[in-house]
C-alpha cells in the first residue's frame, strides 16, 4: 500500500527498524454480499426495502450490504421475541438454559480467528487487539454467565429472581461483538429474550453471531437481529413491547432515549460516554506507567468509554514522564488492521474522523501544545495520528468533551487534592486510573473519585466476574459480574 508522510515531530524516534509485513489471512471470513435481519431464528429481508453499505474504514471499500430495519420488521421480532419468551424460553430449566450458554461460548471460542478477522475489516480496530481483548473476553462472558444461569436464587437468597421478558439491546461500533456479549450473555442466563441492534458502521459479527445461534440449536426468537442507523434504534425504543431496554453508546442519544421512556414500564440501564482521569504520582514506577498511559489512550484508536483520555501528572516528575511518553509514542505502528505488528489501527468511521480532527484543531486554536510523532498513514482509509497535548487548561474543550479518538490531554497537579478536585471536574464518571507504590493512597483515591471503576497501577482492564457502569452522565446500571443480573431480573 502507498505510504505519504505526514508529520515531523521533535523527539527522535526510537526504532530505526523496519517491520515486515505480518498480516493475517482474510480469507477466513467468508463474507456475502448481503446479509438481512435475523428474526426468529430465519434470515429474512426487511419489510422496508431499504439496504445499507458497511464499508471497511482502512480502505474505504463497501464489504457487504446490510439490512436497514424499519418500524414492521422491528415489530417482526419483538413478537418473535414475545413470542419465544412465551413458549418456553423463560420456562426452560435453568440447567438447559446454561448449556445453551455454554455452547455459545465454545462456538465463539472455535470460530474466533474468523470472528477476529471479521472485526478488523469492519470495524478498523488492530487485529492483535480483536484476537487477544475482544475475541477471549466475549467467549469468557457467555461462559461466566452460563455459570450463573443456574445459580440465581443463590445470587438473591431468599428472594425469587423472575426474568423480565424482552429485552431491547442497542450497541455502539467500538467493541461490536464484546458489547453483543455484555448484552445478551446476562439477559439469555436469566431467562429473557432479546432484540439487539448493532451500530451502522459495525453489523458484521452480529450477523456472523446470528449464524452462531443456528449453529447452537437456539430456540427460534431468544435472539433476533435488527441492522439499522439510528432510526431503527429508535423504533425499537418506542415499541411498546419491550419489558427492558439496555443501551450503550453517546450521553446524547442516552438523554433521548431516557425522555423517550419516562413515564413506560420498561427498566432502563444507559452505559454511556466519559473522561476519565489517569492520575500518576510521582512514586509510581514511571516506564510501568507509561505503558498504561500509552494502553489507556491508544488501545482501540482511543474509541473506549472509559479512555484514560485526562493525564493528571504530579508536577515534580512532568519532565520525565513526558519525554519517556514521547519516545513511546515515537514506537507505535499505526496502519493495516490486519497485520499483527499493527498497535494503531483505522479510524472506525469518516464521521468519527472529522470529530476527532474537529475537537483537535480546537485544542490547538484555545492554546494547549500539540505533540505527534513522526507517523506514516496509508493513503486510503480513516487515521489520525497519536497525539498528546500539553498547556491544556480544565476549561479546554480537549480536557472537557470525550474525544473518543487517540488524543491525550495532559495536565498537572501537586497534590492528592488537587488531583481529586481535577480528576471529578467533568460530568462524565466512568473510571479512572491511579499510578503510585502506596497503598494507602490508592485507597484514599478510590474513595474520592466519582468514578464506577478505578484501576490501580494498571487500565483498561476487563474481566467478566467484574461489573462496570458509571455515575452522573457516564449512565447508570451495571454489566459484568453478579451486579449484571440484576438489570434482567425482577422480583416481586
Ligand atoms: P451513538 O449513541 O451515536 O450510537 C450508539 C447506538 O445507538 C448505535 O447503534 C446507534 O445506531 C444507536 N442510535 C443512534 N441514535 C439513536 C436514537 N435516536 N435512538 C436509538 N438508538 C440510536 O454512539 P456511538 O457513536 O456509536 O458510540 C460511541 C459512544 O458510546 C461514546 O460516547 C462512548 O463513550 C459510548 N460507549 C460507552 C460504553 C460504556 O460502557 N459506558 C461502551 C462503549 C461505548
Same mark, same amino acid.
Given at each position: 500500500?502507498?505510504?505519504?508522510?505526514?508529520?515531523?515531530?521533535? *523527539?527522535?524516534?526510537?526504532?530505526?527498524?523496519?517491520?515486515?509485513?505480518?498480516?493475517?489471512?482474510?480469507?477466513?471470513?467468508?463474507?456475502?454480499?448481503?446479509?438481512? %435481519?435475523?428474526? =426468529?431464528?430465519?434470515?429474512?429481508?426487511?419489510?422496508?426495502?431499504?439496504?445499507?453499505?458497511?464499508?471497511?474504514?482502512?480502505?474505504?471499500?463497501?464489504?457487504?450490504?446490510?439490512?436497514?430495519?424499519?418500524?414492521?420488521?422491528?415489530?417482526?421480532?419483538?413478537?418473535?421475541?414475545?413470542?419465544?419468551?412465551?413458549?418456553?424460553?423463560?420456562?426452560?430449566?435453568?440447567?438447559?438454559?446454561?448449556?445453551?450458554?455454554?455452547?455459545?461460548?465454545? @462456538?465463539?471460542?472455535?470460530?474466533?480467528?474468523?470472528?477476529?478477522?471479521?472485526?478488523?475489516?469492519?470495524?478498523?480496530?488492530?487485529?492483535?487487539?480483536?484476537?487477544?481483548?475482544?475475541?477471549?473476553?466475549?467467549?469468557?462472558?457467555?461462559?461466566?454467565?452460563?455459570?450463573?444461569?443456574?445459580?440465581?436464587?443463590?445470587?438473591?437468597?431468599?428472594?425469587?429472581?423472575?426474568? %423480565? $421478558?424482552?429485552?431491547?439491546?442497542?450497541?455502539?461500533? #467500538?467493541?461490536?461483538?464484546?458489547?453483543?456479549?455484555?448484552?445478551?450473555?446476562?439477559?439469555?442466563?436469566?431467562?429473557?429474550? *432479546?432484540?439487539?441492534?448493532?451500530?451502522?458502521?459495525?453489523?458484521?459479527?452480529? %450477523?456472523?453471531?446470528?449464524?452462531?445461534?443456528?449453529?447452537?440449536?437456539?430456540?427460534?426468537?431468544?435472539?433476533?437481529?435488527?441492522?439499522?442507523? =439510528?432510526?431503527?434504534?429508535?423504533?425499537?425504543?418506542? +415499541?411498546?413491547? @419491550?419489558?427492558?431496554?439496555?443501551?450503550?453508546?453517546?450521553?446524547?442519544?442516552?438523554?433521548?432515549?431516557?425522555?423517550?421512556?419516562?413515564?413506560?414500564?420498561?427498566?432502563?440501564?444507559?452505559?454511556? $460516554?466519559?473522561?476519565?482521569? #489517569?492520575?500518576?504520582?510521582?512514586?509510581?514506577?514511571?516506564?510501568?506507567?507509561?505503558?498504561?498511559?500509552?494502553?489507556? @489512550?491508544?488501545?482501540?484508536?482511543? +474509541?473506549?468509554?472509559?479512555?484514560?483520555?485526562?493525564?493528571?501528572?504530579?508536577?515534580?516528575?512532568?519532565?520525565?514522564?513526558?519525554?519517556?511518553?514521547?519516545?513511546?509514542?515515537?514506537?507505535?505502528?499505526?496502519?493495516?488492521?490486519?497485520?499483527?505488528?499493527?498497535?494503531?489501527?483505522?479510524? #472506525?468511521?469518516?464521521?468519527?474522523?472529522?470529530?476527532?480532527?474537529? %475537537?483537535?484543531?480546537?485544542?490547538?486554536?484555545?492554546?494547549?501544545?500539540?505533540?505527534?510523532?513522526?507517523?506514516?498513514?496509508?493513503?486510503?482509509?480513516?487515521?489520525?495520528?497519536?497525539?498528546?497535548?500539553?498547556?491544556?487548561?480544565?476549561? +479546554?474543550? @480537549?480536557?472537557?468533551?470525550?474525544?473518543?479518538?487517540?488524543?491525550?490531554?495532559?495536565?498537572?497537579?501537586?497534590?492528592?487534592?488537587?488531583?481529586?478536585?481535577?480528576?471529578?471536574?467533568?460530568?462524565?464518571?466512568?473510571?479512572?486510573?491511579?499510578?503510585?507504590?502506596?497503598?494507602?493512597?490508592?485507597?484514599?483515591?478510590?474513595?474520592?473519585?466519582?468514578?464506577?471503576?478505578?484501576?490501580?497501577?494498571?487500565? #483498561?482492564?476487563?474481566?467478566?466476574?467484574?461489573?462496570?457502569?458509571?455515575?452522573?452522565?457516564?449512565?447508570?446500571?451495571?454489566?459484568?459480574?453478579?451486579?449484571?443480573?440484576?438489570?434482567?431480573?425482577?422480583?416481586?
Amino acid at each position: 500500500m502507498a505510504q505519504v508522510e505526514k508529520r515531523t515531530a521533535s *523527539v527522535p524516534a526510537l526504532l530505526e527498524w523496519e517491520y515486515a509485513p505480518a498480516p493475517e489471512a482474510r480469507d477466513i471470513v467468508q463474507i456475502r454480499e448481503r446479509y438481512g %435481519l435475523f428474526v =426468529g431464528g430465519e434470515e429474512v429481508e426487511p419489510r422496508s426495502g431499504e439496504w445499507f453499505e458497511s464499508i471497511s474504514p482502512s480502505t474505504e471499500e463497501i464489504l457487504f450490504e446490510a439490512a436497514l430495519a424499519g418500524a414492521e420488521d422491528v415489530d417482526l421480532a419483538v413478537s418473535a421475541a414475545r413470542g419465544a419468551f412465551d413458549n418456553g424460553w423463560a420456562k426452560l430449566a435453568p440447567a438447559e438454559r446454561a448449556k445453551y450458554l455454554y455452547r455459545i461460548a465454545r @462456538i465463539i471460542q472455535e470460530r474466533s480467528r474468523e470472528l477476529a478477522v471479521a472485526e478488523s475489516l469492519d470495524g478498523g480496530k488492530p487485529i492483535r487487539e480483536s484476537r487477544d481483548v475482544d475475541l477471549p473476553l466475549a467467549a469468557a462472558h457467555f461462559f461466566y454467565y452460563a455459570g450463573w444461569a443456574d445459580k440465581l436464587e443463590y445470587a438473591y437468597p431468599n428472594r425469587t429472581p423472575r426474568p %423480565l $421478558g424482552v429485552a431491547a439491546q442497542i450497541i455502539p461500533w #467500538n467493541f461490536p461483538l464484546l458489547m453483543l456479549s455484555w448484552k445478551i450473555a446476562p439477559a439469555l442466563a436469566c431467562g429473557n429474550t *432479546v432484540v439487539l441492534k448493532p451500530a451502522e458502521t459495525t453489523p458484521l459479527t452480529a %450477523l456472523l453471531f446470528a449464524d452462531i445461534c443456528r449453529q447452537a440449536e437456539l430456540p427460534p426468537g431468544v435472539v433476533n437481529i435488527v441492522t439499522g442507523d =439510528g432510526t431503527t434504534g429508535g423504533h425499537l425504543v418506542r +415499541h411498546g413491547g @419491550i419489558d427492558k431496554l439496555a443501551f450503550t453508546g453517546s450521553t446524547e442519544v442516552g438523554k433521548l432515549i431516557m425522555r423517550e421512556l419516562a413515564g413506560r414500564d420498561v427498566r432502563l440501564t444507559l452505559e454511556l $460516554g466519559g473522561k476519565a482521569a #489517569n492520575i500518576v504520582f510521582d512514586d509510581a514506577a514511571l516506564d510501568q506507567a507509561v505503558e498504561g498511559i500509552v494502553n489507556g @489512550i491508544y488501545f482501540n484508536q482511543g +474509541h473506549v468509554c472509559c479512555a484514560g483520555s485526562r493525564l493528571l501528572v504530579q508536577e515534580s516528575i512532568y519532565e520525565p514522564l513526558l519525554e519517556k511518553l514521547k519516545r513511546r509514542l515515537s514506537t507505535l505502528r499505526v496502519g493495516d488492521p490486519l497485520d499483527k505488528n499493527t498497535d494503531v489501527g483505522a479510524i #472506525n468511521s469518516k464521521a468519527q474522523l472529522d470529530r476527532i480532527t474537529e %475537537l483537535v484543531a480546537s485544542g490547538e486554536a484555545e492554546g494547549a501544545e500539540m505533540y505527534q510523532p513522526d507517523c506514516r498513514l496509508p493513503e486510503r482509509g480513516y487515521w489520525f495520528v497519536p497525539t498528546l497535548f500539553t498547556n491544556v487548561a480544565q476549561s +479546554h474543550r @480537549i480536557a472537557q468533551e470525550e474525544i473518543f479518538g487517540p488524543v491525550l490531554s495532559v495536565l498537572t497537579f501537586r497534590t492528592p487534592e488537587e488531583a481529586v478536585e481535577k480528576a471529578n471536574n467533568t460530568p462524565y464518571g466512568l473510571s479512572a486510573g491511579v499510578w503510585t507504590e502506596k497503598g494507602s493512597r490508592i485507597l484514599w483515591m478510590v474513595e474520592r473519585l466519582r468514578a464506577g471503576v478505578v484501576w490501580a497501577n494498571t487500565f #483498561n482492564r476487563f474481566d467478566p466476574t467484574s461489573p462496570f457502569g458509571g455515575y452522573k452522565e457516564s449512565g447508570f446500571g451495571r454489566e459484568g459480574g453478579r451486579h449484571g443480573l440484576a438489570p434482567y431480573l425482577r422480583f416481586e
